[in-house]
């Protein structure tokens, strides 16, 4: 019978059958209940047409001309079915499947509260699989251009792993743990940038350089990694600076390569102290000491350190 998934109804379920045996001239028959013009009527199992009697009030059923006596007048009286509103259930202790009156689909459960909603239990092999021989295993395609909202989303309720696909067609990793479930083990952010570094100088002065110069970051969780480049045409005094995306937390050094470039000393590096969003231009001129580079040419750097921005 169209219309369940699982083990077909009895006929019972959708039909009621009453059955008289008739008096000499008997033309009223009181049977249990039907809904107008959906039953059949028999007399001595021949099917009578709708002129042949009357049933309008839902209990009785009239004959236009009385019945012999011993006739058998049986009446069989279809209950209605709505699809759009009924449950599809495997006629076990458990639902199987629920379409709701707002048509929505809900697999292992009663209420389903999306349009396609599946709850599992608490153990087992996997809430849902899909595998294919083919190149694709699963999707997930929607003719919505708007960032305003998600368009795929993947995570538990605490936002553990979570995966989206916006409008603009990048993917974001916006919480994964990793190696344990607690704070300390959730990376929650990553992000790149870049443009056109500020450069300027320790004590005084203005640090002149082309537009040309260029800056890129990563910062992934508490981790920066930050490069530059640029060429500087006139100086001030101190060392020379470069400003950071980020403010560290801690003290860290990073490379430095320069090209005709004058300053004393030997193996020019970067450094940056805790709670300076700024790194340093240094050289070294022996094993306790360093000296500060400021000179025209060209630099060329790199350094990776921590933040709790």
Do not use: W
């Not at 009578?48 to 019945?67: C, E, I, K």
């Not at 694709?136 to 368009?151: A, C, D, P, R």
């Not at 990793?173 to 500020?198: F, R, V, W």
């Not at 500060?292 to 060209?298: L, P, Q, R």
């Amino acid at each position: 019978m169209s219309g369940y998934i699982g083990t077909q109804p009895v006929p019972q379920a959708t039909q009621t059958r009453d059955s008289f045996t008739a008096t000499s001239g008997q033309t009223s028959f009181s049977c249990s209940g039907y809904t107008p013009n959906f039953l059949d009527v028999f007399l001595n199992g021949v099917k009578l047409s709708a002129a042949d009697y009357t049933a309008s009030n839902g209990s009785d059923v009239v004959l236009a001309s009385g019945a012999a006596t011993g006739d058998i007048l049986e009446v069989v009286a279809f209950t209605t079915f709505n699809s759009a509103s009924s449950s599809i259930d495997d006629n076990g202790n458990a639902t199987a499947i629920t379409i709701d009156s707002s048509e929505n689909v809900g697999i292992g459960t009663s209420s389903p509260t999306a349009k396609f909603s599946v709850a599992g239990s608490t153990s087992g092999d996997y809430l849902a699989k899909i595998e294919s021989t083919n190149q694709f295993g699963l999707k997930i395609k929607t003719t919505s251009t708007s960032n305003s909202h998600e368009q795929l989303a993947i995570h538990d309720g605490n936002n553990n792993v979570q995966f989206k696909v916006m409008g603009g067609g990048n993917v974001y990793a916006t919480a994964i743990n990793l190696g344990g479930t607690g704070s300390a083990n959730k990376l929650d952010d990553y992000e790149e940038g870049g443009g056109i570094p500020s450069v300027g100088a320790t004590t005084s002065g203005t640090i002149s350089y082309p537009n040309t110069a260029t800056s890129k970051y990563v910062k992934i969780g508490s981790l920066v990694t930050f490069n530059f480049e640029f060429q500087v045409t006139a100086t001030g005094t101190g060392a020379i600076r470069v400003s950071l995306p980020f403010t560290p937390n801690a003290y860290a050094a990073g490379s430095l390569r320069v090209y005709n470039v004058s300053f004393s000393g030997t193996s020019p590096f970067l450094e940056v102290v805790p709670n300076d969003a700024r790194a340093i231009f240094f050289s070294n001129t022996n094993n306790s000491a360093t000296s500060s580079i400021m000179s025209t040419g060209f630099y060329y750097g790199a350094i990776t350190y921590t933040t709790d921005s």
